[in-house]
């Protein structure tokens, strides 16, 4: 990886590993194979909810990565892609795994889509892999080898693919019921942390993100995932959906109950 790949990254001087690791409940030692990385991605994934309750309450949402720290390692709470995927960025750089940040383009929304989201790709075993714990609900579940471009790759109970574009981007899709769906597209150019601070503030602050508009609260499980939007709470569990409606004063228990969130004001 040259050299440029290796600065520009997420800073945090508070990052301590076993804190983190205490936080994603990951246990063992980290072995710097695609196994290990693995385990510690869905270790994360497991633990930390991708949420955005400080959008909804109008607040700034920092990169800084001691912030970011902070937020999820101390005060035990979540956030979108910068926070989740930064805070993985910073066990990576500890443990001295190769990796740089792409931008990519949401396309789950119709219309024009700018390039918003954050994604890590890392080298393991002279493999480049994407890796990503911040998409929401479709988020890939283990790294994603970007040579198996065409191959229906399963990640528990979700199945997914790389595909090539007419740009040569790289298009990543999910399966849904029968069909393919769109999920983001990027490129390997790759980004420093600072680049992302445009489109950070797009997220948390304009009128059109899909942040600013509604309450979005995703917590993944080995079988499955939960989440919360609005007043609604759907439980996938291993491919089976159920749907629960709740009242606006039940949400502060649910985020507790559900997700192992409390919020402090």
């Keep these: 990886m040259n050299q440029s790949k290796n600065q520009y990254k997420i800073e945090a001087t508070s990052f301590n590993l076993q804190q983190y690791l205490d936080r994603i409940k990951f246990s063992g030692e980290i072995e710097l194979n695609i196994e290990g990385i693995t385990k510690l991605m869905r270790s994360q994934l497991f633990s930390v909810p991708f949420e955005n309750i400080d959008v909804q309450a109008g607040k700034v949402i920092s990169l800084n990565g001691d912030d970011i720290v902070n937020q999820i390692v101390n005060l035990n709470r979540g956030g979108y892609c910068y926070q989740i995927n930064g805070l993985f ?29 954050l994604g890590i790709i890392v080298t393991i075993e002279n493999e480049d892999y994407l890796i990503d714990l911040g998409f929401g609900g479709n988020s890939i579940r283990q790294p994603l080898k970007l040579s198996e471009i065409g191959t229906e790759i399963q990640h528990d109970s979700d199945t997914f693919t790389l595909v090539k574009t007419e740009d040569n981007d790289y298009l990543l899709q999910i399966l849904i019921g029968q069909e393919w769906t769109n999920l983001y597209s990027f490129d390997l150019a790759t980004q420093r ?58 949400l502060e228990t649910i985020l507790v109950s559900e997700f192992n969130l409390k919020v402090q004001s």
């Design 193 to 250: 942390w600072i680049d992302f601070k445009p489109a950070n503030y797009y997220n948390y602050s304009h009128p059109d993100s899909v942040f600013t508009q509604k309450l979005i609260v995703v917590l993944q499980n080995p079988l499955g995932k939960k989440i919360l939007s609005k007043n609604s709470l759907k439980s996938v569990t291993n491919g089976v959906t159920e749907l629960l409606s709740f009242e606006d004063e039940q």
């Design 89 to 117: 960025s910073l066990a990576l750089q500890e443990i001295g795994i190769p990796h740089y940040y792409v931008a990519a383009r949401p396309l789950v929304n119709p219309g024009q889509n700018a390039k918003t989201h």
